[in-house]
């Protein structure tokens, strides 16, 4: 019988003790340097290892018979369109002006949001959860701006959804509401969302000097102190809250001040860290990303600070996933079902104007108001699914692809140009030194 390597096997670089990773098959073993050179050079040209290499890679069970099937993570075709959660872009506009929002929030036209097709959408996904024999239905409430300034639109879809839900299905089918928020927020409006709302995130960038210096309100004041108490009315009302801390070029040096304050002021078990997204006003010299080199290494003094408080401090592009594999990090190949207040159907929700030159990549249908329906493209529907991991060049040789798989879509493409990336970013290179460090750390590597 003839013989092969394995699936998606790796060599990870670490001065002179190299890592073998197969994401596959769970395997992550420290090899010599030789071992790593005649791998490679097998992958490369067919070289034919050493026999004390393939006696390696056959403990592992890394070598396998010729004739198994590739074992890769793939989408199938499926142009079917039937989601049972909605993401409603409720508004542009924002009564803050942060100085790194990838939206320009706030710089766009502000449409109201169609009441009748917020309730059709609602409606559909209910509709939805409850034929595929579901028990829940999502409604998510996000935007290119602060989505508490229509509230009333918030109110109305989430408490006409949950009465349809009762009356229509009675207790079969739970309408789970989750919403993004600035923060800065009334008192009113901060008590009905604790009452309302399943899963809410706050944007809160960290101490006073840090949160109001990137996040000025619409004058130029300070917004830090109200969204501090709303996060603290929040608290231990809210099932699933979240903090989201964007750490931008100025601040990354602020991280682990940001986590003791995080620690300190919050009873929550773990924060969200995220580095600026580079476009809008993201591309700031001041502001924008941060030094990957620097991420990483006041990342980890902030999470060693969080251990001190028993929590954590969350990457969501480096999440520890090992030995699971993911070929997707987000909805978009889903694909999310996201309405623009003009009727668009976005598979993103950081692209959702008719402007942006990545939207083509992205929409795939809009609301028809005479019929009140969806109208989508199959077509377009089957290929986001197709969409993952796997459709990016720039991933094709990346260890770490099948732990970020690939991260952000909205980042693949130039939102200057439209134009698909072709090179490392910022994200790539912390996702990249986070996941490596993780591997290092399971063999025992220092």
């Known amino acids: 019988m003839a013989y092969k390597l394995a699936d998606e096997v790796y060599i990870v670089d670490h001065q002179d003790s190299p890592i073998l990773y197969a994401p596959f098959d769970g395997v992550v073993a420290r090899i010599t340097p030789e071992m790593a050179r005649e791998f490679e050079a097998a992958r490369v040209d067919g070289t034919l290892p050493s026999r004390e290499t393939i006696a390696t890679l056959n403990s592992l069970g890394l070598v396998v018979p010729s004739d198994r099937p590739e074992r890769a993570l793939r989408g199938a075709w499926d142009e079917s369109f039937k989601p049972v959660g909605v993401v409603y872009m409720v508004t542009a506009a924002c009564n803050l002006r942060c100085t790194y929002c990838y939206a320009d929030a706030g710089d766009y036209p502000v449409n109201l949001y169609n009441r009748q097709m917020a309730l059709d959408a609602a409606k559909f996904v209910i509709d939805n959860a409850h034929e595929a024999g579901g028990d829940t239905a999502y409604l998510n409430f996000h935007g290119g ?67 109001d210096l990137q996040r000025p309100t619409v004058r130029g004041g300070k917004s830090y ?185 909205a980042r693949w493409y130039n939102s200057q140009t439209g134009d698909l990336e072709t090179g490392a970013d910022v994200r790539c290179e912390i996702n990249r030194t986070l996941i490596r460090d993780r591997l290092l750390e399971i063999v025992s590597v220092s």
């Open 145 to 211: 701006g602060e989505p508490t300034l229509d509230l009333e639109l918030i109110q109305t879809v989430v408490e006409w959804g949950r009465d349809y839900a009762s009356t229509t299905y009675g207790d079969g089918i739970h309408v789970n509401a989750s919403m993004v928020t600035n923060g800065l927020v009334s008192k009113s409006k901060a008590e009905w969302i604790a009452s309302n709302i399943d899963s809410v995130q706050v944007s809160h960038d960290g101490p006073e000097p840090v949160h």
């Open 225 to 409: 102190s109200r969204v501090r108490e709303v996060i603290q009315e929040f608290q231990s009302r809210v099932p699933d809250l979240m903090i989201k801390a964007t750490i931008s070029r100025a601040t990354v040096a602020r991280m682990p001040e940001i986590a003791r304050y995080m620690c300190e002021s919050f009873e929550l078990d773990r924060f969200h860290f995220g580095p600026v997204l580079g476009t809008g006003r993201g591309r700031s010299v001041i502001f924008g990303e941060p030094d990957p080199i620097d991420f990483v290494r006041y990342y980890y003094q902030a999470q060693a600070i969080a251990d001190e408080y028993g929590k954590t401090i969350v990457v969501s592009g480096a999440l520890s996933t090992f030995p699971n594999v993911r070929r997707t990090f987000c909805g978009v190949t889903d694909p999310n079902f996201s309405l623009t207040s003009d009727g668009h159907i976005s598979s993103c929700y950081e692209i959702m104007y008719d402007d942006d030159l990545r939207a083509p990549h992205a929409y795939y249908g809009r609301y028809d108001r005479e019929s009140r329906s969806f109208v989508v493209d199959g077509n377009r529907i089957a290929k986001l699914r197709l969409h993952d991991v796997n459709a990016i060049s720039k991933c094709k040789d990346c260890f770490a692809k099948w732990q970020c798989a690939g991260d952000c879509q």
